[in-house]
Nanobody
Framework: QLQLVESGGGLAQPGGSLRLSCEVTGFSLNNKVFGWFRQAPGKEREGVSYIKSNDGSTDYADAVKGRFTISKDNTKNMVFLQMNDLKSEDTGTYYC???????????????????WGQGTQVTVSS
């Protein structure tokens, strides 16, 4: 049975760093789209970053470009989100998501991703 489990969230100061990880059980990361999303209270879930495992292509939301990096380790079946220069606006619950369709035409939209983790809380505050 496919399962995604996030970890690595916590409290960080502005300008600090955190690395989130997501362990995938039940499927390999090959020929799939993996995305990171986040949601703050009262706001809609928004796409942060994605990686298309078939060709390794990635993209980032404008708010995190230059600060966040998505990566994967196929041997460990894990996907990571390195978050640097954190801002208070980065606060929220972060989710990993997986789509078995190799080419997702709208990878920044939550609708369409088939599997989700339980989320990990990230709080950026002084």
């Amino acid at each position: 049975q496919l399962q995604l489990v996030e970890s690595g969230g916590g409290l960080a100061q502005p300008g600090g760093s955190l690395r989130l990880s997501c362990e995938v059980t039940g499927f390999s990361l090959n020929n799939k789209v993996f995305g990171w999303f986040r949601q703050a209270p009262g706001k809609e879930r928004e796409g942060v970053s994605y990686i298309k495992s078939n060709d390794g292509s990635t993209d980032y939301a404008d708010a995190v470009k230059g600060r966040f990096t998505i990566s994967k380790d196929n041997t460990k079946n894990m996907v990571f989100l390195q978050m640097n220069d954190l801002k208070s606006e980065d606060t929220g619950t972060y989710y990993c998501a997986l789509d078995r369709i190799p080419y997702n035409p709208t990878p920044f939209e939550a609708q369409g991703y088939e599997f989700w983790g339980q989320g990990t809380q990230v709080t950026v505050s002084s």
